[in-house]
C-alpha cells in the first residue's frame, strides 16, 4: 500500500506564518488488509467531547461521538441527522433510525435533546458553547421522540448553529456518558460512545487505543464517496517530537505521524511518500488587554509587530509552506473579504523605542514551528527590541488551559484557530463579546464597539452578502482601530496597529480588578459588585502560580483567605478535611501577609494558605493528634516545622483531619469522623494525610501540610490525583523523629514546582536533630528547570512485602515507565533487596508498637482497638529487643541504599498495591481484628514503607486512572539524599500527564453523594 506524508502548516493571519504539523498514511511495509491504522497524537486533556479544547480532544471526539451533520470539500452533509431547516434564530434537525449507542441503547430524539442540554449546561466549562449556540445564548431544546426530531431555539440571532453541529464537541454522548460525567472525561464510561469507535485502552500520555464496533452502521452520507474499509483498530501514539515520529514512520512503526516542515525532506524523493501542505489553522497573535498588561496601551501592540520579521518566522516555522494573511482568516474562509488590511512592516528602531523596558509574558504552544521554534523567534525578537521576555513554551493542552482559566498569568500568545465554523465569526468571537471569566470568548478583554456592533449586526443579517460585509466591517474595525475615533477627532496618520484591539487609552476600564481590602465594598476576597467565587483564583491554581499573583497584586491575602474559607463552608461538610479552623486569626495572619506585601517584603509563598496537620503542634491552637485520649487544650508552642511553614510566608489555614496518631492508611477517627475522597465520596482519601489530600483536591487550599512514616504522604496522593513527595530523612528538620527515625515532615501538592519550591523553604540545616541531610548543589526551583541526564530506571512491579498487586496498580507503574521510555531513560526490569522479614515485622509491630507507648496518650481507656492493641502490645516487648531490631534496621539500611547508583539510578514502582480502598474499609478491617493481618492497609503501603526505614526521598505522581475513575499512581523512589532527581524526572513526566489540571469532580463544582453511610 502507498505511504503518504503531508505537512500541515498552519497560516497566522494579520502577522505571521506558522507551520505545525503533518501526517502520513500507510506504510509500504505494510500490508494492505492491516486492520489496524497508527497513528500519532498530541496529549488530549479529555475524553469528553464537550470540553474539548485542542486539537487532540477533537481528534478524539471525533473518533468516538458522531454528530447531527458533518462537513466535507462540498459543504454540510447527514451525519446523525437526515435533514434539517433553520432560521438565525431555530434549528430543527429529523435523526435517522438506525443510529445506537455502543451499549446497544436506540440513539432517540431524547437522547440527543438530554446531549445537547449536557453541552449547554451552565458552568460546564467548554470553551465551544458560545461557538455553537452563539453569544449570550442559552439554548431552548425539545425533543418529539414520535416525529424523531430536535429543536433547538435561541434568543439572539446566531445563523452558524447548524455548522457548529459539525463540530466534534457538540457530539452526542449517550446515557451511559451522561449519567457518569467523571467516568466520561476520564474515559472509563463503558456505553457512551454514539460513533464507529470505543475505547479499549488508555495509558495518559503515552498511548490511546480505539476498536471499531460491529454493530456501527450510522456512517455519514459524504457527497463524494470514501473508498476502503474502515480500520478495526486505530492507535493512537503520543510522539515526543517530530524527529522521533519521523524515525517511527521510516521504521515502519506507524502508519499516520504528525511531522513538522523541518523533516519533510526526509521523505522527498523516497518511493511509496508523497509530500503534501495542508493548511488546517489561521494563527495571530493575540494581546492581553487587561489591567496591569503592558498591551492596554496601543503603541506597545504596534512595536509588537514591528520588532518581527515575518518573512523571517515563517520560515522558521514552516520553511515557507505557510501563507501571511491579513485578515481573520484564509482566503477559503467564507466572508473574507478580497481587500487587505494594512499593517506595518518590520522596524526595529520604532519597535525599541515601544519596548524598551516593558515585561512581557509570552505564552505558547510548541506546536509554532518545530519544539515551539516560532515562539522563540518571537521572544528573540522582542528581546533585541529591548524587552524583557518570560516565554512559556508549552504542549497545547497546558497552553490552552492558560490562556483560558488563567488570564492574569499571560501578555501575550500565539493563538490557532482552527475555525470549525469555517466563518470569519470564529476568530471575532476571540475578540468581541464577553470575556472568559464572565462566559464568552474574549480571549484579550478587547473593548471595541464598532466590531461588537458590526458583528451582532452580521448574526442578525438573513442575507449572506450582507452578512459578509458586516463581518469585514467588523475585522476592519479590530485590526485599523477605529475606536481611535471615540477618543479624537482627527484620525491618527500613524500606521493602524495589529491584532487585538482594545480601548483607548483615555478611556477607563471596566474589567474588574483586585482591590485592597480598605477599598472594599462587596464580600472580602472577590471584586465589588462580582458574583460569589470571582475573584481570579482558578480551582487548579498551585501555590506557586497564587503567591506570583499575590506579589503582582493581582490578589489579596485577605481575598484569597476568604476565597477558601468560603470553599470551606462549601465542599468540606461533604468531604470533612478540615477538622478546627479559627477563621479570624486565618484573617488577622492574611492582613499581615498584606502588610508584607506592600512593604516589598514578601516571603517564597506570602500569603498562601496551608492547613496544618492535626498531628503538628501549633502554639494556641488544639493538638489532639485526632484521638479521644487527649483532651483539647491549646499547644504552648510551635514545632519546628511550623515555625518554617510561617516564615516561608503561609497563611495557616486550620488543621487537617488524620487518623488517631497518624497509624492508619485511611484518614477515619472516633474524634473527628471519616475524610472522603472528593473524587468520589465512597473512597477513602488515604492516610495518615488524608486531610490534607483531601483539602487540595477539593480545592479547600493550593497545597497543605503533611507527614510520612510509612507511606502518609504518598498514599493519600496517590488516592486523589495529587503530587506526593517524600523527602529523605533529615532533610526537613523535626522535633522528634518517630517510628525509629522514618517519619517526617512534608507537603501535598498539585505540582512539582510546587513540591520543590516548599522543599526550598523547609529544607534547613538543622544542628541540634539527631539526623540532617546535606545541603543541596542548587535550589530545587532549579533544579527543575535545568536538564538532567539520561537514568537507569530499576522497574518493580512486584510487592517487596509479597502481597498481590492490583493489575490496574501495576498498570500505573507501567504508564509511567513508557513515558519514561519515551523521553530517553532505559527501564529495566529489577528485584532489589529491601530489608528481610524480620526487619519489616519487627518494624511494622516492635518499633511502631513502642513509639505508640511513648506517644502523648492521657486516657488509654478512650483509644480505638487497634491503637490500644499496639498500645498493650508494647508492654510485651524488653528493651533489648528494640535495641536489636533497631540495630538490624540500621544494618540492613546499608545494604539497600547501596544499590542506588550501583544498580540502578531510580526505582519506579506502583505507589500502592491495590486501588484506593472504601471508606470504612481499613478502618473497620484494624478495629474488628487488631491483631490480624489487616491486608487492605498491608497492601496500601506495601511500595512505601521501606522508603522510611531506609530515609530514602520518594514521590507520587498521578499518572493513571482505574476502570471507577479514580487516580493511581506511581513511585520514583531515588537515592539517599537526592531529591533533585525525583523532582527533575517529575518536572520531566507533569506536561505528559499533565495532572494539575485533571481535577476532582468536587473541584469542578460536581455535587456528590455518597452510598455508604457515616
Known amino acids: 500500500m502507498r505511504k503518504r506524508h503531508g505537512v500541515i502548516a498552519a497560516s497566522l493571519a494579520l502577522t505571521v506564518a506558522i507551520a505545525t504539523a503533518g501526517c502520513t498514511t500507510t506504510s509500504s ?71 445506537t449507542c455502543s451499549d446497544g441503547t436506540k440513539i432517540t430524539a431524547t437522547v440527543v ?7 449547554a449546561r451552565p458552568n460546564s466549562g467548554s470553551t465551544q458553547v458560545v461557538y455553537t449556540f452563539g453569544p449570550g445564548n442559552t439554548p431552548s431544546i425539545t425533543a418529539d421522540d414520535a416525529a424523531g426530531t430536535v429543536t433547538i431555539d435561541i434568543t439572539n440571532p446566531w445563523p452558524y448553529m447548524v455548522d457548529a453541529m459539525s463540530v466534534a464537541s457538540s457530539g452526542i454522548i449517550c446515557p451511559a456518558g451522561l449519567a457518569d460525567p467523571a467516568g466520561l472525561a476520564a474515559g472509563t464510561a463503558k456505553g457512551s460512545e454514539s460513533g464507529p469507535y470505543v475505547l479499549t485502552s488508555a495509558e495518559p500520555g503515552v498511548k490511546y487505543d480505539f476498536a471499531l464496533r460491529d454493530d456501527y452502521a450510522a456512517w455519514p452520507k459524504w457527497s463524494t464517496a470514501v473508498a476502503g474499509t474502515p480500520a478495526k483498530n486505530l492507535e493512537y501514539t503520543v510522539s515526543p517530537d517530530a524527529t522521533a ?24 524523493g523516497q518511493p511509496g511518500y508523497t509530500v503534501t501542505v495542508d493548511h488546517f489553522s489561521d494563527s495571530y497573535l493575540i494581546f492581553n488587554e487587561r489591567e496591569g498588561s503592558p498591551f492596554t496601551d496601543e503603541a506597545t501592540r504596534k512595536g509588537v509587530v514591528e520588532a518581527i520579521d515575518r518573512a523571517m518566522f515563517g520560515n522558521v516555522t514552516s520553511q515557507d509552506t505557510g501563507d501571511v494573511l491579513t485578515n481573520l482568516g484564509a482566503p477559503d474562509v467564507a466572508c473574507v473579504a478580497d481587500s487587505k488590511i494594512t499593517m506595518p512592516s518590520q522596524n526595529v528602531t520604532a519597535a525599541t523605542s515601544a519596548l524598551s523596558g516593558k515585561t512581557i509574558r509570552l505564552v505558547a504552544p510548541t506546536i509554532v514551528g518545530p519544539a515551539g521554534a516560532g515562539n522563540e523567534y518571537i521572544a528573540e525578537a522582542l528581546r533585541a527590541a529591548g524587552a524583557t521576555v518570560d516565554l512559556t513554551n508549552t504542549d497545547v493542552g497546558s497552553w490552552i488551559t492558560t490562556v483560558v482559566a488563567k488570564p492574569g498569568d499571560w501578555d501575550m500568545t500565539v493563538f490557532a484557530d482552527l475555525n470549525f465554523l469555517g466563518s470569519l465569526a470564529s476568530p471575532l468571537l476571540n475578540f468581541t463579546g464577553p470575556t472568559i471569566d464572565q462566559g464568552g470568548t474574549n480571549y484579550g478583554a478587547v473593548t471595541n464597539d464598532a466590531a461588537s ?12 452578502k450582507a452578512r459578509c460585509g458586516q463581518l469585514d466591517t467588523a475585522v476592519q474595525a479590530l485590526v485599523d482601530r477605529s475606536t481611535r475615533s471615540r477618543c479624537s477627532t482627527t484620525r491618527s496618520s500613524t500606521p493602524p496597529a495589529p491584532a487585538s484591539p482594545c480601548r483607548c487609552s483615555a478611556e477607563p476600564s471596566t474589567t474588574p480588578s483586585s482591590v485592597s481590602p480598605s477599598e472594599h465594598t462587596g464580600a472580602p476576597g472577590r471584586v465589588p459588585g462580582a458574583p460569589k467565587g470571582t475573584i481570579m483564583i482558578s480551582s487548579s491554581i498551585s501555590a506557586t502560580e497564587l503567591a506570583r499573583k499575590l506579589r503582582a497584586g493581582e490578589v489579596s491575602a485577605v481575598e484569597t483567605a476568604q476565597h477558601y474559607l ?95 496518631f497518624g497509624a492508619l492508611t485511611a484518614t477515619e477517627n472516633a474524634r473527628h469522623g471519616k475524610t472522603r475522597n472528593p473524587w468520589n465520596l465512597d473512597y477513602t482519601s488515604g492516610g495518615s494525610s488524608g486531610g490534607a489530600s483531601a483539602a487540595v483536591a477539593a480545592d479547600i487550599s493550593p497545597i497543605a501540610n503533611a507527614s510520612d512514616g510509612g507511606g502518609s504522604i504518598r498514599v493519600p496522593s496517590a488516592a486523589t490525583g495529587l503530587v506526593g513527595l517524600k523527602p529523605s530523612r533529615g532533610r526537613i528538620p523535626n522535633d522528634v523523629r518517630a517510628w525509629e ?13 510546587d513540591a520543590a519550591g516548599v522543599l526550598d523553604t523547609l529544607a534547613q540545616l538543622d544542628p541540634l536533630g539527631w539526623y540532617s541531610a546535606p545541603a543541596p548543589a542548587r535550589p530545587y526551583r532549579e533544579e527543575i528547570r535545568a536538564a538532567g541526564p539520561r537514568l537507569r530506571v530499576g522497574l518493580l512491579l512486584e510487592a517487596p512485602t509479597g502481597v498481590a498487586v492490583h493489575p490496574e496498580n501495576r498498570e500505573a507503574a507501567l504508564v509511567a515507565a513508557r513515558a519514561l521510555e519515551a523521553l530517553g531513560h532505559h527501564v529495566t526490569p529489577v528485584s532489589p533487596f529491601l530489608f528481610s522479614e524480620r526487619a519489616t515485622r519487627g518494624f511494622a509491630d516492635l518499633i511502631i508498637s513502642a513509639s505508640t507507648w511513648a506517644s502523648p496518650i492521657e486516657d488509654a481507656d478512650k483509644l480505638e482497638p487497634y491503637i490500644r492493641y499496639r498500645y498493650d502490645r508494647a508492654a510485651s516487648f524488653h528493651a533489648g529487643e528494640y535495641a536489636e531490631i533497631a540495630a538490624l534496621l540500621q544494618w ?14 531510580v526505582l519506579l514502582t506502583p505507589t500502592t498495591a491495590v486501588p484506593t480502598p472504601l471508606v470504612g474499609s481499613v478502618y473497620d478491617e484494624a478495629n474488628e481484628d487488631p491483631a490480624g493481618e489487616r491486608l487492605t492497609e498491608f497492601s496500601t503501603i506495601s511500595f512505601t514503607a521501606f522508603c522510611n526505614i531506609a530515609g530514602l526521598p520518594a514521590i507520587s505522581l498521578p499518572v493513571h486512572t482505574g476502570a471507577n475513575g479514580m487516580p493511581l499512581g506511581a513511585q520514583l523512589v531515588g537515592a539517599p539524599y537526592d531529591e533533585a532527581t525525583l523532582l527533575r524526572l517529575g518536572a520531566e513526566l507533569e506536561p505528559v500527564f499533565d495532572w494539575q489540571h485533571r481535577q476532582a469532580p468536587i473541584a469542578r463544582g460536581v455535587a456528590l453523594t455518597p452510598n455508604t453511610g457515616d
Not at 487532540?56 to 441527522?81: K, N, Q, S
Not at 517511527?248 to 523533516?263: E, M, N, V, Y
Open 29 to 99: 511495509t505494510t500490508s494492505p488488509t492491516t486492520d489496524t491504522i497508527r497513528t500519532t497524537i498530541d496529549i488530549p486533556a479529555t475524553f469528553d467531547p464537550t470540553l474539548s479544547t485542542s486539537l487532540p480532544d477533537f481528534l478524539l471526539a471525533r473518533t468516538a461521538y458522531d454528530t447531527l451533520v458533518r462537513r466535507d470539500a462540498g459543504g454540510l452533509v447527514p451525519g446523525l441527522a437526515t435533514a434539517w431547516t433553520s432560521t438565525p434564530t431555530q434549528a430543527t434537525f429529523t435523526l435517522r433510525t438506525d443510529a
Open 113 to 119: 435533546k438530554n446531549s445537547l442540554d449536557y453541552f
Open 245 to 268: 515520529t519521523a524515525n517511527l514512520i521510516l521504521g515502519g512503526q506507524l502508519d499516520i505521524g504528525k511531522i513538522q516542515a523541518t523533516t519533510r525532506d526526509r521523505f522527498q
Open 453 to 464: 456592533g458590526a458583528f451582532a449586526a452580521a448574526n442578525a443579517e438573513g442575507d449572506q
Open 566 to 660: 468560603d470553599r470551606l463552608d462549601e465542599v468540606n461538610p461533604s468531604v470533612n478535611a478540615i477538622v478546627w479552623i479559627d477563621r479570624e486569626d486565618v484573617l488577622r495572619r492574611a492582613r499581615e501577609s498584606d502588610d508584607r506585601l506592600r512593604r516589598g517584603e514578601a516571603r517564597p509563598f506570602e500569603g498562601v494558605p496551608m492547613p496544618i496537620k492535626d498531628l503538628v503542634g501549633v502554639r494556641n491552637q488544639p493538638l489532639t493528634y485526632s484521638s479521644m485520649s487527649v483532651e483539647e487544650r491549646p499547644a504552648e508552642a510551635n514545632e519546628i516545622t511550623v515555625d518554617l511553614i510561617e516564615d516561608a510566608g503561609f497563611v495557616l489555614f486550620g488543621r487537617s483531619n488524620s487518623p488517631e
Open 741 to 753: 527515625h522514618s517519619t517526617t515532615e512534608g507537603a501535598i501538592t498539585r505540582t512539582i514546582e
Open 892 to 905: 540492613e539500611t546499608r545494604q539497600v541504599n547501596a544499590q542506588w547508583g550501583r544498580d540502578f539510578d
